[in-house]
Every structure is written in structure tokens, then in C-alpha cells.
């Protein structure tokens, strides 16, 4: 026979309840200051930084490196302009806001303001000069559509010293050859790793010079990754899908 909760009873359990509610409220707002100030994760669900970061990366962006602008709150804020302003270097890896299409970006950092950027038979120009590019080998190359083709792969080295991996299918595409950009003030231009298969700052109408307004962070670290783009949810894909190779490691590796 159950004997009836006593009061004191039933008062512990409603402290017990009061005390589980106020703890998940903490760790929610630890997590909303977590990702509003410190990292924000991303992942990739296209080709265009291959093989700096593969459809299935999942990385950390710091919120804090460029400062805040109204695109680094969870609900953009009616501002201009960046609280603690500090600017993006060549080669770094940036999401940012484009406001075209009104979505995140990632591409990296080539064109600072003032900035003369040209593509001339697939080497990028900056200020009249070529920038360093080595042939490094060959690659297969699939986008989020399945679709698998031969790229060359290069190593570009800015005129700061920033070195990285990029693809190009040919030297002939429709954006290899193109205008010469004048970067306007606060604004930066973007590419592609993935030269060929990248719509970026080359695509005036698409994406455009980015302001610095729009910058959401810089990418640092890659902390999971898996094939085909599954989601990580499906642990039972993990053993023959996760890149376990590419995890906890920095994006500029």
C-alpha cells in the first residue's frame, strides 16, 4: 500500500525541479554567450574551399578575432559597423554574411581595400603582380552533387607568406580570365580554394566586394568530419564514413 507524499516531501521534489530547470537555463545562456562571443560552429555542404575544408567539415569560427558586426548575433542587430574592429589578413579563412543571397560564406581572404585583384589564365593578380604558384600534384574532385573530375592541384603563396592549397580544373574556365577589381574601402574580396567550382567575389552580382560590416568570423579548427556529407548524427555510418585524419585540426594545416 503507497502511503501518501508527506509535505516535506513534496517540497524537496519541487526543489529538485526548480533546481534541474535553473541548471539547463545556465547551460543554455553559457552556450548562446559561448557561440555569440568566443566560437561559433559551421559546417561545409559545398566544393568551393576543397581541399582546405571538404563538403562534411565541421569547424569552429572565433567570433572575437574581427570584432562583432551585425551579422555575429544569433538575430542580425539594426548596426554598422564592427564593436572591437580588427581586419582580416591575405589568406585568412573567412564566413561572413552574404547579403545577396542572405546566407553564411566561407571563403578566404585574397583582396584587402585598395586592392587591385586580377585572374589572368588562372593565377591571381594582386596589384599587377602574379602571386607564387606551384604545381603539387593531381586530384579527384566530387561536389555535393556526386559529380567526380579530374583537378590539378597548386600551391599559392601570397605576398605575406600565407601558403595553402588550391584546385583548378583548367586554366580556361569562365573565371580564370576576368577584370581587374578595385577593392572599395571596408571591403574585402573573397575566393575559393576551389577555384573552378567556387562563386565568389569574382561573381560581382552574386557575392561582390565583402564590407567588413558583413564578417562573421575566422575560421580556426576543423573538429569532425564525414563523408557524403551524412549527418553526425548516424553513428552507425561513422566507422566507414568519418575522416578521422582531418579532425582537431587547424584549418591552416
Known amino acids: ?41 559551421f559546417s561545409i555542404p559545398t566544393a568551393s574551399m576543397q581541399q582546405t575544408l571538404m563538403i562534411g567539415d565541421y569547424f569552429v569560427a572565433s567570433k572575437f578575432t574581427w570584432g562583432y558586426g551585425k551579422y555575429a548575433f544569433p538575430i542580425p542587430l539594426p548596426f554598422n559597423g564592427r564593436i572591437m574592429a580588427n581586419d582580416p ?69 601570397l605576398p605575406n607568406g600565407v601558403s595553402y592549397l588550391i584546385q583548378e580544373i583548367s586554366d580556361n574556365g569562365p573565371l580564370d580570365n576576368t577584370a581587374e577589381y578595385l577593392v572599395p574601402a571596408g571591403h574585402f574580396f573573397m575566393m575559393g580554394d576551389n577555384r573552378d567550382r567556387s562563386q565568389d567575389s569574382r561573381v560581382l552580382s552574386a557575392v561582390g566586394y565583402v564590407s567588413g560590416d558583413n564578417l562573421i568570423g575566422k575560421a580556426e579548427a576543423r573538429f569532425f568530419s564525414i563523408q557524403d556529407n551524412i549527418a553526425p548524427w548516424k553513428i552507425w555510418e561513422w566507422p566507414a564514413n568519418v575522416r578521422w585524419d582531418r579532425m582537431f585540426r587547424s584549418v591552416y594545416q
Open 1 to 41: 500500500m503507497n502511503e501518501p507524499m508527506s509535505k516535506a516531501d513534496k517540497k524537496a521534489d519541487k526543489n529538485e525541479l526548480r533546481d534541474t530547470i535553473v541548471v539547463i537555463i545556465e547551460a543554455l545562456l553559457i552556450a548562446l554567450v559561448f557561440r555569440t562571443f568566443l566560437y561559433q560552429p
Open 89 to 157: 589578413n591575405r589568406g585568412d579563412v573567412a564566413v561572413f554574411r552574404n547579403e545577396i543571397s542572405n546566407e553564411d560564406y566561407i571563403k578566404r581572404v585574397v583582396g584587402l581595400p585598395g586592392d587591385r585583384i586580377q585572374v589572368r589564365g588562372g593565377i591571381l593578380h594582386i596589384n599587377g603582380m602574379p602571386v607564387e604558384r606551384e604545381q603539387v600534384g593531381t586530384a579527384q574532385d566530387t561536389d555535393s552533387f556526386s559529380q567526380t573530375i579530374p583537378v590539378t592541384v597548386y600551391r599559392e603563396t
